[in-house]
């Protein structure tokens, strides 16, 4: 990801810190008789800078939010789902971008599914790259520690964390 915006191969990886989080979570979605009314998962960003994800093999339930409109992630067997989290659009100044995101229910069959969330050392701030900003592109966001804190909180109240650290 650094290449590709011309940085230095560790200007996102130094501030991941030397003791960054690898969080894993198992997720299990049961049948549901109302799935019109129940989503699995509300909508919302990762907090992480990066997370993987092992769908289901055979039930879709993943959905994006693109242009105002909720659209299903395909099942493709065995692949991952690469997802940025805010973290790494913070670093990236929105270069890279945090996808909204939610999980919906089946009313014919449970739904399972592995993520790995990878995120910097809480204690580690965190903020834009210096390269990616400039007269044309100014800072867009903060610098940031605990930046889970500041996202479980927002979640709870319904706010978008990533929109709080703007500038």
Excluded at 51 to 63: A, F, P, S, Y
Excluded at 67 to 85: C, F, H, Q, T, Y
Excluded at 105 to 127: D, Q
Aim: hydrophobic share 40%.
């Amino acid at each position: 990801m650094s290449k590709s915006l011309n940085l230095k191969e560790n200007s996102f990886s130094a501030q991941f810190g030397e003791r960054a989080l690898m969080h894993a979570r198992f997720n299990f979605y049961p049948r549901c008789s109302k799935p019109d009314l129940v989503l699995g998962v509300k909508p919302h960003t990762d907090r992480s800078g990066i997370t993987i994800l092992l769908q289901d093999k055979q039930v879709e339930g993943l959905q994006i939010l693109v242009d105002e409109k909720w659209v299903r992630v395909p099942l493709i067997p065995d692949a991952l789902v690469v997802n940025l989290g805010d973290q790494m659009q913070i670093m990236s100044n929105g270069i890279f971008r945090s996808p909204m995101h939610r999980v919906v229910t089946n009313s014919e069959s449970l739904r399972l599914s592995a993520a790995l969330f990878h995120e910097p050392e809480p204690e580690k701030e965190i903020g834009p790259v210096d390269s990616l900003m400039d007269e044309y592109r100014p800072r867009l966001y903060r610098n940031v520690k605990n930046y889970g804190v500041i996202n479980y909180e927002c979640y709870q109240k319904g706010l978008v964390a990533i929109e709080t650290v703007k500038l």
